[in-house]
Antibody
């Protein structure tokens, strides 16, 4: 069974760093792009960027370039989303999702989301 | 960057009604790299349609997709109570792709 298991909710203060994770299982992790999606409270979905675990090729949407870092550790089938210095506006739910080439890169499996709260 | 514009923002309907949601792309999408998702409160999105018109695994027949190039449509033939949710289109013709802003289908 394909699963994407995300790390638990986090609470941080502005200026702190954070790294959240998404662990894939039940499929060949190296051969599917993994994407990160932001959903701010009461708002829509925003596709932040994607990474290909096979070679760590990473693409960011312009709004998120330089704001976050997407990485992967193939040895533990896990993708990461990282902030160096959080802002209150980073408060959101963050989902990871697998892109399926069989589905024209649509996302057939999703994690349950990690809620990040940034508040002083 | 390809921008997707969904309309309307909100639809108020009754169970049994037919629903048509629109998604317009700012540039022609190559191939059929357009997908539709459903999201309910507190849940992750669920893939409904991929390749503009193909139903994902386990999706009921009442959901269908159509369109090409810049204009795409999601149709729900007869609304069931569990279909009241927010619907998003997504293009994956470019990497990493973009979402539309969503259409909320609410109970009238």
């Amino acid at each position: 069974e394909v699963q994407l298991v995300q790390s638990e909710a986090e609470v941080r203060e502005p200026g702190e760093s954070l790294k959240i994770s998404c662990k894939g299982s039940g499929y060949n992790f190296a051969t599917y792009w993994i994407g990160w999606v932001r959903q701010m409270p009461g708002k829509g979905l925003e596709w932040m960027g994607v990474i290909y675990p096979g070679d760590s090729d990473t693409r960011y949407n312009p709004s998120f370039q330089g704001q976050v870092t997407i990485s992967v550790d193939r040895s533990i089938n896990t993708a990461f989303l990282q902030w160096i210095s959080l802002k209150a506006s980073d408060t959101a739910m963050y989902f990871c999702a697998r892109q399926s080439p069989a589905y024209y890169k649509a996302s057939d499996y999703w994690g349950r989301g990690t809620l990040v709260t940034v508040s002083s | 960057e390809i921008v997707l514009t969904q309309s309307p923002a909100t639809l108020s309907l009754s169970p049994g009604e037919r629903v048509t949601l629109s998604c317009r792309a700012s540039q022609r999408l190559s191939g059929s790299y357009l997908a539709w998702y459903q999201q309910k409160p507190g849940q992750a999105p669920r893939l409904l349609i991929y390749g503009a018109s193909s139903g994902a695994t386990g999706i009921p027949d009442r959901f269908s997709g159509s369109g090409s190039e810049t204009d795409f449509t999601l149709t729900i033939s007869s609304l069931e109570p569990e279909d009241f949710a927010v619907y998003y289109c997504q293009q994956t013709a470019t990497s990493p792709g973009t979402f539309g802003q969503g259409t909320k289908v609410e109970i009238k």
